[in-house]
């Protein structure tokens, strides 16, 4: 043991008085002997390893580097040390050898500068000396940095989807974690598959107990159904009818069905996204999810599938008909009154908004997915579907970002400096692209793409000092626009229930495949 460690210690590039093995396989880097931009060593908060730690100057671009020699290439885990005595969130840029490999991680308050807590991430190292950089993203600066563990053994295996459910039940009661709404109803979808893989019974429970506070014990739902959003939730009725088999479930999704028959459409049969007056012949490639899903599922289950599966056929193709581009990409939405009410059309772009942005194309990729899994091998369209699908995985595969990843929240503009990677829709691309090669219906040599935008995708979440999860970079709710900077100036969100849903759905299937 006295051997390995010191051949450990004699290759290391920083003076060695600092810096403490842990063991074999893991050393610990004291902030106070990196290289330190615009920060001050300080000792006057207890509890830090060495002698002392790192205070960053209240600016945005402070930061601590430090250099670890590597025998080799390898992946490893560093764990950062540090106390944030605010209630204000003091992310930083982690960078390995100039590159961002962890974008504004969030570094929350630990409760007191005397309380430390760590934050941990997997990246990869060359051989030779390699730079790690903690970088200050806002005014007020990092938080205070004791030190950088780096670790060679692999973390023990995280049950991510579990983490992310525990979290969120944690945070939310089924009171409190909001109304009935697409995205609440999308997370709990996620949750339900969490559910079926470990039976927890916790879960289903929470479920039905956010369930009944819409639907009465006669199955009567205060919905009026007037957009498609309103419908997605209808997906957590069909999931209580199948698991408790009480009839009230299968009445309020009913209601969602018979919408359908009087529900408005475009000239070609297309559901509007909304019958208010602003948005009356628009379809927009979110809607797709909303609906469609459901009801190849709601036609499966109550022997509905004749009107079920050839309806959600040609939504979806119609859908496609007026929002595909020949990149395989789609743009947002199409408005057939061509601009009467709807400043954003652009009759160049066939009366679209011109603008592809990455949710509303994974919620199609999603809801072709899933449609895919009910429709019959024999259905006429089901060929055509699956053309859909490789056209678009082609082109997720085309403009996924290389050092991420993950994909940009206006797809095709990744130069635009503007631009950002988004959580959500990088979750969904991952969950349609690993689908679609498990189901056949593109080459093997794409799971490639799967993978490195599902590790593009863990790389945003992180656990807090409090033990629970974060998911970050997640677009919120986003309407309709025709200039690029709407979209990029979108707010990011931490834990918003788009990206959680999104990352269940994909994290199920990725582990199991």
């Known amino acids: 043991m006295r051997l390995a460690l010191t051949l450990a210690l004699a290759t290391l590039a920083v003076p060695l008085a600092h810096i403490t093995t842990v063991q074999a396989a893991v050393t610990r880097y004291e902030a106070e002997d990196a290289t330190i931009s615009r920060g001050a060593v300080e000792s006057d908060h207890p509890g830090f390893t060495g002698t002392g730690f790192v205070n960053y100057d209240n600016l945005t671009g402070s930061y601590v580097d430090w250099t670890v020699d590597s025998p080799q290439a390898r992946t490893v885990t560093l764990t950062l040390r540090y106390a944030n005595g605010t209630t204000t969130d003091r992310p930083m840029d982690i960078s390995v050898n100039g590159t961002v490999i962890s974008t504004a991680r969030p570094f929350n308050g630990t409760g007191s500068w005397t309380s430390w807590a760590t934050n941990t991430l997997t990246v990869s190292l060359a051989a030779g000396n390699n730079h790690i950089r903690a970088t200050a993203t806002t005014a007020n600066g990092g938080p205070n940095v004791d030190s950088l563990t780096v670790d060679d053994q692999a973390p023990p295996a995280t049950d991510w989807s579990k983490a992310v459910v525990e979290s969120t039940m944690a ?27 470990t039976r927890d019974p916790r879960y289903l429970q ?16 205060s919905q009026s159904f007037n957009n498609l959003d309103s419908m997605e939730a209808g997906n957590v009725l069909l999931i209580l009818w199948q698991e408790t088999g009480q009839a ?31 948005r009356q012949g628009q379809l927009w490639a979110d809607g797709v999810f909303m609906v469609n899903p459901f009801l190849a599922r709601y036609g499966r289950l109550f022997n509905d599938s004749t009107y079920a599966d050839n309806e959600v056929a040609r939504q979806l193709l119609v859908y496609a008909a007026h929002l595909k581009r020949s990149s395989g990409l789609l743009y947002h939405a199409y408005d057939e009154p061509g601009g009467l009410t709807a400043s954003w059309v652009h009759p160049e772009f066939g009366d679209t908004n011109g603008i592809s942005w990455c949710r509303a194309i994974g919620w199609y990729g999603m809801a072709v997915s899933d449609v895919l899994e009910i429709l019959p091998a024999s259905h006429p369209q089901r060929a055509t579907l699956i053309g859909v699908v490789r056209d678009l995985v082609a082109a997720f595969a085309r403009y996924q970002d290389p050092a991420t990843g993950r994909w940009f929240q206006v797809v095709d503009q990744g130069s635009d400096s ?14 349609t692209i690993s689908r679609a090669v498990e189901r056949g219906y593109v080459d093997a040599s794409y799971k490639a793409n799967a993978t490195r935008g599902y590790q593009g995708v863990l790389q945003k979440v992180s656990i807090g000092s409090d033990g629970r999860t974060n998911v970050s ?19 990011r969100a931490t834990n918003d229930f788009h990206g959680l849903g999104a990352f269940l759905i994909m994290n199920e299937q990725l582990t199991r495949t």
Not at 171 to 197: C, D, K
Not at 260 to 276: E, I, K
């Open 473 to 491: 970079d997640i677009c919120i709710g986003t309407n309709v626009d025709d200039v690029t900077g709407f979209y990029f100036n979108r707010p």
């Open 206 to 221: 929470y479920i039905k107990n956010w369930a009944d506070r819409f639907v009465d014990g006669s199955g009567n739902i």
């Open 171 to 197: 945070r939310f009661t089924p009171s409190s974690i909001g109304g009935w709404s697409y995205p609440v109803g999308l997370y709990l979808y996620g949750q339900h598959l969490v559910y079926q893989r």
């Open 418 to 431: 503007g631009n950002w990677t988004e959580t959500s829709c990088s979750a969904m691309y991952t969950f």
């Open 248 to 278: 009230k479930y299968r009445t309020a999704a009913q209601k969602i069905r018979n919408r359908l028959n009087t529900y408005p459409r475009t000239s070609d049969g297309g559901f509007w996204h909304s019958t208010s007056d602003s």
